[in-house]
Each structure stands twice: as structure tokens, then as C-alpha cells.
């Protein structure tokens, strides 16, 4: 019975992580399918894009609460099942990125729609442990505006992630599985955002934030002299 009660929470958090809020705010904002602006994700950065900053803020809170009230039922089915509640966050994450509503055939085989899994993975964390969001919220914003890769500050959620319950498992405050969570959830991250890293590794990743407005002033300096 323990067994089933929690395959069926881990279940819930895949489904629950495949509703594309995203998709659902742009259309409902726009009327366009946000799959076909620009990177196609779902996600906040896209839905921004796709449809101006209250929706894609709206979007990315979402997508954070799905996930956190996702490992809030697992930590109160189960309190002392750790792997369930690392499971189950990962389970949204899957879903979120391989929504099982955006499922569609395409030449021949099965593709699911869905973001890169930043959001997620950070309402997973503060599920685990709430205070995580004082930590990672800003300094994912520092590095969204001072980095100015969007990809990079997705990806430095789940680092985070992983360095805040290391340190919590070092210090005998969260159990080690939790540390698992911010990796494999950093494993499902990267691999999400391939394209990202081969254009970051390419130097033709596209800039956000402080750089822009620097290279901005730059070229205006240049262009009076």
C-alpha cells in the first residue's frame, strides 16, 4: 500500500509538473502558440517573449508552486521517506519539461513540448526547504543580470540548489538524499538546455541584463567619436 500511495504521489508531481502554464498564459494572452517563438520552451524566459513581463513573471511563479506544493503532499503522505521527496520534485521537473499535454507525432515519432526546468527545480527546492528561496532568488538574479545568460541562471539554480543541502547535509540539518535532488535536477537542467550550452560554448548565446546595457553605452561612445 506504502508502495502504491507512493508511486501515485510521484505520479501527481509528473502530471502536475506537465501543465504548461506558459503555453496556457501566451495563448490566452496572444492567441499564438508559444512553441513557436523563439526557443519554444514554455518556461517564464519564453513566455516573456512571447507575451510581455507580467505573463512571464506570472509563468516562471507558476511553475514554482507546482513543484513546491508537488514535495509539500510528498513530505506529508510520507515525513520520513527522503528518497520520495526527492523523487517527486525531479517527477515535475520531467514533466514540465516533457509535458505529456503538449504530446504531439512529428515525422514519425512522439515529441513533448515543455521549458528547461529552472523554475521547477528551484519550487522543488524550496519545498525541501522553504528559506532556499531567500538564497537562490537573488543570487540567480545576480546572475541573470550581471552574467547575462539566461541559460546560465537556470543552470545556477539547481548549483545552488545542490551547494545549500550539501552544506545543511554537512552540517546535520537536511539528510544527504536532498543533495542527490539539486544534482540530478541540475542533470535534467543541462540536458534540457543543450542548445544553450553549444551556443554559450560558441560564444552566440544571446545577452540579457547589465552586459547588454554596457556594450549598448559602448557602441554609443563609439559610434560619437
Known sequence: MNLLISLGVVLFGYLLGSIPFGFILVKLRTGEDIRQVQSGRTGGTNAMRAAGKWVGILTGALDILK????????????????????????????????????????????????????????????????????????????????????????????VLATIIFAVRAYLGASPWEYVVYGLASLALVAWALRPNIKRLMEGNERLHGFRVRHLKKAEGKAGGN
Open 67 to 158: 513543484s513546491y506544493y508537488a514535495v509539500r503532499l510528498a513530505v506529508a503522505v510520507a515525513p520520513e521517506n527522503f528518497w520520495l521527496h526527492v523523487i517527486t520534485p525531479l517527477a515535475v521537473i520531467l514533466g514540465h519539461n516533457y509535458s505529456i499535454f503538449l504530446m504531439r507525432r512529428e515525422e514519425g515519432a512522439l515529441k513533448f513540448g515543455g521549458g528547461a526546468g529552472g523554475a521547477t527545480a528551484g519550487g522543488g527546492a524550496m519545498g525541501l526547504w522553504f528559506p532556499a528561496l531567500y538564497i537562490i532568488l537573488p543570487l540567480a538574479f545576480a546572475v541573470f543580470y550581471f552574467v547575462g545568460y539566461a541559460s546560465m541562471t537556470t543552470l545556477s539554480i539547481s
